[in-house]
């Protein structure tokens, strides 16, 4: 069984830079996404960025311009820079990758345990 791993989060001041990265434990057939949400105490979880594997992105509105997703092919990891860091902005951050399993034709997600971002002087 595959899974996500996250790195890279931690204590940053505002208007700081943070990159997250997400590395799968092995390979991953039929990927057809991969993404982050975040998770605020008091607040729905939140899809904050997601690139599919044909590298098309799609950003929540709050870190447009601001947060950028990537995606190594070689290797499936993934990885969220994120610039001018704002108090707002801190939570749990999840990785996940959507998979299609090809014998099934059915999707399903591989979730990472997350990563915490504090935003805070």
């Known amino acids: 069984q595959v899974h996500l791993v996250e790195s890279g989060g931690g204590l940053v001041h505002p208007g700081g830079s943070r990159r997250l990265s997400c590395a799968p434990s092995g390979s991953i057939f039929g990927l057809v996404a991969m993404g982050w949400d975040r998770r605020v105490p008091g607040k729905e979880r939140e899809l904050v960025a997601s690139i599919t594997d044909g590298g098309r992105t799609d950003y929540a509105d709050s870190v447009k311009g601001r947060f950028a997703i990537s995606r190594d092919p070689t290797d499936n990891t993934a990885y969220l820079q994120m610039n001018n860091l704002e108090p707002e902005d801190t939570g749990l951050y999840f990785c996940?990758?959507?998979?299609?399993?090809?014998?099934?034709?059915?999707?399903?997600?591989?979730w990472g345990e997350g990563t915490q971002v504090t935003v805070s002087s």
């Open positions: 996940w990758a959507n998979v299609l399993d090809m014998s099934t034709k059915r999707k399903f997600n591989i």
